[in-house]
């Protein structure tokens, strides 16, 4: 589940979701916002998409093909909005800048998280696999389970009576 908490947006990897946004002052319903997560480190951007303003709220919708990709970590996001938008190959290349969500401040975080469902499985669930680092990891914590409940088993069945 995509959540917005305050400025903090958690994504997980592979998930379809949404959260709205109320729009600027100054924004019409034919302006388009950019919403960017960038990595902080590179100061590029990982990931891109362009809205098309409809109403006085601000959707942003991503699906489960725009967020499988994303590398789990933590991130910084904007969202720039852009009057007399020009595009090439779907993509903005001019636009005169009309606001910035969070220009002058600094940039709330992102954090793609990872999932059992993209860290297990691939597209066709019938070739879904582990790799052995994966299978030995679950193998040696489920041992401990193992072990723990064995051990609280004998706690109890030796426990004093008072």
């Given amino acids: 589940m995509i959540r917005l908490i305050q400025r903090r947006l958690i994504i997980p990897r592979g998930d379809t979701g949404s959260f709205n946004i109320p729009l600027l002052s100054g924004t019409n319903i034919n302006d388009v916002a950019v919403f960017t997560i960038i ?8 990931f891109e998409k362009i809205i098309k303003i409809e109403s006085d709220t601000l959707s942003i919708a991503l699906s489960h093909d725009e967020t499988v990709g994303l590398k789990p970590g933590k991130y910084l996001w904007d969202i720039k909005i852009y009057k007399d938008p ?12 009309v606001n910035s969500y ?7 975080t992102c954090e793609i998280k990872e999932t059992g469902d993209t860290f297990l499985c691939n597209d066709n669930p019938s070739e879904a696999s582990l790799a052995k680092s ?25 426990y004093p009576m008072i």
């Fill in 134 to 158: 994966q299978i030995d990891f679950v193998t040696d914590a489920l041992k401990a389970i193992s072990k723990g409940v064995e051990q609280t088993k004998t706690n109890v069945s030796h």
């Fill in 39 to 46: 990595d902080p480190l590179v100061r590029k951007k990982i």
């Fill in 102 to 108: 969070y220009g002058g401040f600094s940039l709330p």
């Fill in 86 to 97: 020009e595009y090439l190959d779907d993509e903005l290349i001019n636009g005169s800048e």
